[in-house]
């Protein structure tokens, strides 16, 4: 089992940055694909970022914007958010995966993830 806490979330002007973090506990393993999915009220949940070692894809509305990374001696992955928007407003949920699904695109669905935290609240004021 894993254990996934999300932290970071709040409150932000339109044009500021926040950073998010999601630490794991339990069997955690720098193979697990880490993502990060975002909800908004009465929309679907939206693929944000997601990263398998070094390597990182991401949503298109989000591309040049943010940053995932990891700290695997932390256990922990990060999600650098710039240039924030009245519409990444959302809860933000990171999800870990050990299955392999060859390309990293692949990991843009939710459903190829394992464990999930309880997410973290993001406002954007404009």
């Known amino acids: 089992q894993v254990q996934l806490v999300e932290s970071g979330g709040g409150l932000v002007q339109a044009g500021g940055s926040l950073r998010l973090s999601c630490t794991a506990s339990?069997?955690?393993?720098?193979?697990?694909?880490v993502g990060w999915f975002r909800q908004a009220p009465g929309r679907e949940r939206e693929f944000v970022a997601t990263?398998?070692?070094?390597?990182?894809y991401y949503g298109d509305s989000v591309k040049g914007r943010f940053t995932i990374s990891r700290d695997n001696a932390k256990s922990t992955v990060y999600l650098q958010m710039n240039s924030l928007k009245p519409e990444d407003t959302a809860d933000y949920y990171c999800?870990?995966?050990?299955?392999?699904?060859?390309?990293?695109?692949?990991?843009?669905?939710?459903?190829?993830?394992?464990?999930w935290g309880q997410g973290t609240q993001v406002t954007v004021s404009s």
């Open positions: 999800a870990a995966s050990l299955k392999d699904y060859g390309e990293i695109y692949r990991y843009s669905g939710a459903t190829q993830y394992d464990y």
């Open positions: 339990g069997r955690t393993s720098a193979r697990y694909v």
């Open positions: 990263i398998r070692w070094s390597s990182t």
